[in-house]
């Protein structure tokens, strides 16, 4: 059979199988019967190229047979019958354009002088995968989980260490003459053909005497981790397996997973460490461990205190006296491929430090992810609150030094010197000072009584039509018992807080102006404000307590659309500013969202901005960063531009570190909303014009071409999209409201198009 598709009406094997069975029968048939009636269109089969029948190529190459041609001969292509022999580089491009990750299981671990260990090898459909050491390498690591003891929580100690040494010609500092490193091991691997695998280490685990003596416990809980590198196809790397196991069948020293991967990933979309092989929280303590440190510039690399240096770079800045005292620098092994060491204090965390609960939380998969409210140590406490931490001279062998920690306050030294191991007698769980207690301050206390003391209520907006005067009704309750505040009255609303309205037009796409051109009644595209004294002064108290607010401006008579109002308050409890969270209402229509909260707070925890009058609410946010708005400079506070910009480190936002692959839209984005603007997407302005108080005289870009050009910003991108609709700096009156010239970005780079967005950027729809 030929043409582009299989599956259209009967098959040849059905019309074969009725012809033998008409050929069985004897005997006259008869006169011939009445036409049946036509049967249903058969349904059209897949194209052999796209075999998830959306319209794009599935495989690396349509032209999967090499003849310059896409046409049936292509549905003969190798990669359909390429098999699971990971030796054949067709099943290594098919396993790529599957487009994840193979999966890596421990089955079972044993100690048998060496340990040795049963594998499974599978693609993302379950299928085993054989002939693994044809196409990359496998490592693995050992440790035993070392019980609690003399104020320390329970740690992990590697059977497989190696010295790093002092090399000279290199970029590194040489701090430590040598230091102790835990490692990963290449080992026996045995093929069993099925996608089943024996690895057998190297290292005798009960007998380790080099490079330090690491005596055997088989009465305690023990870890297998392992890591698989494909040598040309990196994105086949899996996360890594590691399975926990007491040798001698006992109980074992517990759990100690306090940090689940999913956390951090929340953040970093798939983390991964050296050289993309190392991709899971429960095996990278297996090498960074306590005991574990570089040797270049003497940085402590066990889990704990590195994780807490790195995430809080800015508050290790804060504690230095002179720059860069207490920047986190590592080199490790990097300087044996002459690369420059890991400066990480110009990391940019997107949260408070204070939340120890984002990564360290009890579940099912991190049973023991309490234990920070539990223990202390200088170690791990020092990563933060590194001014006070204190050593002592390294050991000659391993590198390895003790801390105490020295409270240090703004006067100085407060206290004695604590060695580490007696932090507890004031901190965790049996002391008089609580870990949960000493961070409930700054942001996170705010935070916290905002949302716990104050609940924001719009309960109505009258009048929002043209040429009228809006009455908003608004409310403050306390959720404890839902009892309304007086706002006139009540010490929460004296003259250290903050509350406003805003009203903004309209939700087609706030521009807060008319339809002759008029940015009213501020200019620059902002909508109307009512501060905390302008509340008072034009609110009427109603009997249930909310208060009824008269606009002392009244809206454009040449508008037309729906008014959104949005509510913000930093009320004051004793003299710290609550950060109570902001709430919008929409009287009629609702602008559009196309950005999710959530998924900003997956990062950023609580998004709070202008001293906290603005608290996690996008719609809140657009009112005044809308395509019309502008800064004092003419460069736009779009909300558009700023999401893009700022996470992608453009203009004067190149300081801020993104954690995540910034391609990933849907990080942000809801369902599908990044592919295009919406259809009543105003352009944004790029300059404010002559006059702020006009919107026709500003230069802007078509939205769509703004969101890309973002980042997509050479002339050959520009181009393009000009070529396709997009307008770039040209008049806002003669572009249109929408904009007149309406961009194709969606044929090329739609859904199921050829340049799909999701493909390019490689998106995780899910």
Not at 15 to 23: E, G, I, K, P, S
Not at 128 to 156: D, V
Not at 485 to 499: K, Q, T
Request: overall charge negative.
């Amino acid at each position: 059979m030929t043409g582009w598709f299989i599956g259209r009406g009967p098959s040849l094997v059905g019309v074969a199988v009725m012809a033998l069975a008409l050929a069985g029968c004897e005997g006259d048939d008869g006169n011939d019967g009445a036409p049946g009636p036509a049967g249903p269109q058969g349904s059209f089969g897949q194209a052999c190229w796209d075999l998830n029948n959306n319209g794009v190529g599935d495989l690396p190459d349509e032209d999967t047979n090499g003849d310059g041609v896409v046409d049936v001969n292509d549905c003969r292509s190798p990669l359909i019958d390429a098999g699971n022999d990971l030796g054949n580089p067709i099943a290594i491009e098919r396993l790529l354009a599957q487009g994840e990750p193979v999966v890596l299981e421990i089955t079972e671990a044993s100690v048998a002088s060496p340990p040795v260990l049963e594998l499974s090898l599978t693609d993302s459909a379950g299928n085993g995968l054989s002939n693994l050491g044809a196409a990359a390498s496998i490592s693995c690591t050992m440790n035993k989980l070392m019980p609690a003891a003399n104020g320390f929580p329970s740690r992990w100690q590697s059977y497989i260490n190696d010295i790093e040494v002092a090399r000279e010609g290199t970029q590194s500092p040489n701090l430590l003459e040598q230091a102790l490193q835990a490692e990963a091991e290449g080992g026996t691997l045995a093929d069993n053909g099925d996608g089943t695998y024996t690895f057998t280490y190297t290292t005798d685990i009960t007998n380790v005497t080099e490079p330090v003596e690491v005596a055997y416990e088989p009465g305690l809980t023990h870890r297998a981790g392992c890591e698989v590198r494909f040598e040309e196809a990196s994105a086949l790397n899996p996360d890594n397996p590691t399975l926990d196991f007491v040798p001698d069948g006992g109980v074992g020293t517990g759990d100690k997973s306090i940090a689940e991967t999913a956390s951090c990933n929340s953040c970093h979309d798939r983390l991964a460490f050296h050289g993309g092989g190392r991709f899971t929280a429960d095996y990278c303590v297996t090498c960074h461990s306590p005991g574990t440190r570089d040797q270049d510039f003497g940085e402590l690399l066990d889990m704990a205190h590195m994780s807490h240096a790195l995430h809080a770079s800015a508050v290790r800045s804060d504690q230095e006296t002179t720059e860069g005292e207490y920047s986190y620098i590592v080199y490790g092994f990097g300087e044996n491929f002459n690369a420059p060491p890991d400066d990480f204090s110009e990391v940019t965390y997107p949260q408070t430090t204070l939340y120890c609960e984002n990564c360290h939380e009890a579940s099912e998969e991190t049973p023991d992810g309490d234990a920070w409210l539990e223990t202390a140590t200088a170690e791990a406490c020092g990563g933060c609150h590194v001014s006070g931490l204190k050593s002592t001279d390294p050991d000659p062998v391993t590198g390895i030094s003790s801390y105490s920690y020295l409270h240090v306050g703004e006067n100085g030294p407060t206290g004695a010197e604590v060695p580490s191991g007696s932090c507890t007698n004031c901190h965790g769980s049996a002391g008089f000072v609580s870990n949960l207690e000493v961070h409930q301050k700054s942001d996170r206390l705010s935070r916290e009584l905002g949302e716990g003391l104050f609940a924001l209520e719009i309960l109505s907006a009258e009048n929002t039509g043209p040429g009228e005067t809006p009455t908003v009704t608004i409310r403050v309750t306390n959720p404890e018992d839902d009892t309304a505040y007086d706002i006139l009255n009540d010490p929460e609303f004296g003259d250290n807080a903050g509350m406003d309205i805003y009203m903004a037009w309209t939700t087609a796409d706030y521009y807060n102006g008319d339809e002759l051109g008029n940015s009213v009644p501020s200019g620059n595209g902002q909508p109307i404000r009512l501060r905390l004294a302008d509340i008072k002064a034009n609110g009427t108290p109603n009997a249930d307590g909310s208060l009824s607010v008269l606009s002392p401006i009244p809206l454009p008579t040449d508008y037309t659309g729906d008014l959104g109002v949005s509510l913000g308050s930093r009320p004051d409890v004793d003299g710290v500013r609550a950060y109570a969270r902001s709430v919008t209402f929409f009287p009629a229509s609702e602008r559009e969202e196309v950005v999710d909260i959530v998924r900003c707070d997956s990062c950023h925890e609580y998004l709070s901005f202008h001293g906290g009058n603005r608290n996690d609410d996008i719609p809140t946010c657009l009112t005044c960063h809308n395509a019309d708005a502008s800064s004092s400079g003419g460069t736009s506070i779009s909300l558009l531009y700023l999401g893009h910009a700022i996470h992608a480190a453009q203009g004067k936002f190149e300081e801020v570190t993104y954690p995540g692959r910034i391609s990933n839209c849907t990080a942000c984005h809801l369902d599908d909303s990044f592919y295009q603007a919406r259809g009543t997407a105003r352009a944004v302005s790029t300059s404010g014009g002559a006059d702020s108080a006009v919107w026709t005289d500003d230069l802007a870009t078509t939205a769509t071409t703004f969101a890309c050009s973002t980042c997509h910003m050479d002339s050959q991108a520009l181009a393009h999209m000009q070529q396709n609709g997009g307008q770039v700096d040209a008049l806002k009156g003669e572009i249109g409201n929408p904009p007149v010239g309406q961009e194709a970005c969606g044929v090329c780079h739609g859904p199921g198009s050829i340049a799909d967005v999701a493909e390019a950027h490689n998106v995780d729809l899910e």
